[in-house]
């Protein structure tokens, strides 16, 4: 099997619960969602979800 990309619900619901954590979260937001491919994939999200 190969490798499968996360749902971008999942994503965007594990970035909004990293922004939750605050100042706990903000590593991983940063090392996580300053990527440029994730922040394409949040982009996605958020103009199907709005």
């Known amino acids: 099997m ?5 749902l971008p619900i999942a994503i965007k619901q594990i970035e909004q619960e990293l922004r939750r954590m605050g100042e706990a979260g903000k590593d991983l937001l940063q090392q996580y969602f300053t990527n440029q491919l994730y ?6 999200i958020k103009n199907n979800l709005l």
């Open 2 to 6: 190969g490798k499968r990309a996360p």
């Open 39 to 44: 922040r394409r994939v949040i982009r996605r």
